[in-house]
């Protein structure tokens, strides 16, 4: 059914944001925030009357590191933020909501008033990281429509500028692609197939805790480690001197994709010292970091059961990407020159808002009907009784990589005579010890009928949606007891708390700066 609701695509970035709508003609475009820019930093100031989001709290860092949250989705899926701000504890997802809240505003002075929008999730977010993105959405007074993995989101805006998508699509051969995806804090490798207007996701892998700002934090140590040694100076000892720090780390990185030498002038109590900073330094220092990605971007194209001469195109998306030492790694791995003829840091939004468009039913001239087919990037499972060593055990249910949705089901037996309850336990993770694993939630299923005989059959259903949520179900076999409705989560925040933040976010738009 269409929609005359505007086919918006958030790509909700750990460093930095974009919103993407398309336009009359259905192409997709980056929309300028307020302050006239593509890119809205993704960080949040609690100053003493309001709360600001993007370049303006950016350069609070500086000032009043204290008061400013950045990199909040690293820290997703866990109870609070990792540093209490202005003596505050927050939660994660309450800090994407104040950066999709501003997203939003700024949106609509270009659109109009809008809810819906499609919100993009790195790929190897688990899925208690895509319920509390969700929910973020939901407090900025978002209706997300849908959640979808960057690299295929990339994937798609790929394929909208090669014309894979047209409705006449003449080239009938699978293209296969293979996305690497380096942002700010994020870190996503995705095989994805192209058929026929349709994209199907072969393997997916990745490190939600690797990104661009490690390479900033290493070219921080370096700096740190010049000053100490030259000029007997620590600026790690202040927390204003080493946002600073950070902050000129950061331009020198991006300087340094581009020349071979970056220079800092580092001001410490009105001393200024010249810090020259060099490309093959930096190298030495992240070789690491590079080599992890490469390890990564390994085993997902054996996971996907593949040889890099069946990959047609090694496509870079996300800003890190501009770094030489990522390109070098990949040219020398692949034996292939990578594709970077999708704009970097912009190419998910675009994919997201085409993505919606088709969520919303709208018609274009350019783009006919494509369908998205996706893996699941964690294993789940429930947890059960090792018989033997008596230690929680976890039985997988739905295996990593499986293409979803998919509704998979495993038998466990009750552990007792006259049982009146069984407690299932769910987990997302690939270790066999529950212990390492990461806890969605639980049902609890009781009463059982009375008499049922120790390891009597439990059988528990899962079914995980194409947007990496689950449902789960535990039904006794042979007797009428079905649970599928209280799922308990393990992690998140209540819903009386998401409508408390939902009021008091929206309440802030009718406040000082709205
Ligand atoms: P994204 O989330 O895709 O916008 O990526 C943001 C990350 O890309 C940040 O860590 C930026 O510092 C980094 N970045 C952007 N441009 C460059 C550049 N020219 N060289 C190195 N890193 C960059």
């Not at 990104?211 to 000053?227: F, I, K, P, T």
């Not at 900073?277 to 030495?284: D, K, V, Y």
């Not at 393990?490 to 009718?510: N, P, V, Y």
Request: include cysteine; charge should be neutral.
């Amino acid at each position: 059914m269409r929609s005359s609701s505007p086919a918006v695509g958030i790509d909700l970035g750990t460093t930095y944001s974009v919103v993407a709508c398309l336009d009359a003609s259905g192409r997709p475009e980056t929309l300028v925030n307020t302050e006239g820019d593509r890119l809205t930093p993704s960080v949040v100031l609690f100053d003493v009357e309001e709360v600001v989001v993007g370049k303006e709290a950016l350069k609070a860092v500086v000032t009043e590191g204290e008061h400013v949250a950045m990199c909040a989705k690293r820290d997703v899926g866990q109870p609070v933020y990792h540093k209490a701000i202005a003596g505050k504890q927050y939660p994660p997802e309450v800090l994407e909501a104040w950066i999709l809240n501003k997203l939003r505003r700024d949106a609509t002075v270009q659109l109009g008033p809008f809810r819906q929008a499609v919100v993009t999730v790195p790929a190897y977010f688990d899925e208690v990281r895509r319920k509390a993105t969700q929910d973020a959405g939901y407090m900025a007074a978002l209706e997300v429509i849908d959640i979808i993995n960057e690299p295929t989101a990339a994937a798609v805006a790929y394929g909208y500028q090669k014309g894979l998508l047209a409705k006449r699509t003449t080239d009938k051969r699978p293209l296969r692609l293979l996305v690497y995806d380096l942002g700010g804090g994020t870190f996503d490798v995705t095989v994805v197939e192209v058929r026929q207007r349709e994209l199907i996701a072969l393997a997916t892998d990745g490190d939600v805790q690797l990104g661009g700002y490690d390479w900033d934090q290493r070219l921080v140590a370096l700096a740190a480690e010049e000053l100490a040694g030259q000029h007997g100076i620590d600026p790690r000892e202040d927390s204003t001197t080493v946002g600073r720090l950070w902050f000129q780390c950061e331009e020198a990185k991006r300087m340094l994709s581009g020349r071979d030498k970056a220079t800092i002038a580092h001001d410490h109590h009105g001393r200024i010292t010249r810090i020259e900073l060099t490309r093959s330094r930096f190298e030495e220092a992240t070789a690491d970091l590079v080599d992890r990605t490469r390890f990564t971007v390994s085993q997902t194209l054996a996971a996907a059961k593949l040889q890099w001469n069946q990959i047609d195109h090694l496509l870079l998306v996300g800003g890190s990407t501009r770094m030489p030492m990522i390109r070098n790694m990949l040219r020398e791995l692949s034996g292939q020159e990578p594709d970077a003829s999708v704009a970097a840091d912009e190419a998910v939004a675009h994919g997201a808002a085409l993505y919606a468009a088709q969520l919303l039913g709208h018609g274009s001239n350019d783009v006919g009907r494509f369908t998205i087919r996706n893996v699941n990037s964690h294993s789940l499972g429930v947890v059960g009784m090792d018989r033997i060593t008596r230690q929680p055990r976890n039985g997988i249910v739905i295996p990593r990589n499986t293409p979803i949705p998919v509704t998979a089901r495993r038998v466990f037996h009750t552990q007792k005579e006259n049982q009146k309850s069984i407690l299932v336990k769910v987990v997302e993770g690939e270790s066999a010890s529950a212990d390492a694993c990461t806890p969605i939630g639980q049902c609890r299923v009781a009463p059982l009928p009375a008499g049922l005989p120790a390891r009597s059959p439990v059988e528990v259903r899962f079914h995980y949606k194409p947007n990496g949520r689950l449902r789960v179900r535990v039904q006794l076999p042979n007797t009428s007891t079905t649970n599928d409705a209280v799922f308990n989560r393990a992690s998140g925040l209540a819903q009386e708390h998401l409508d408390g933040w939902r009021r008091f976010i929206s309440e802030q738009e009718t406040g000082p700066r709205a």
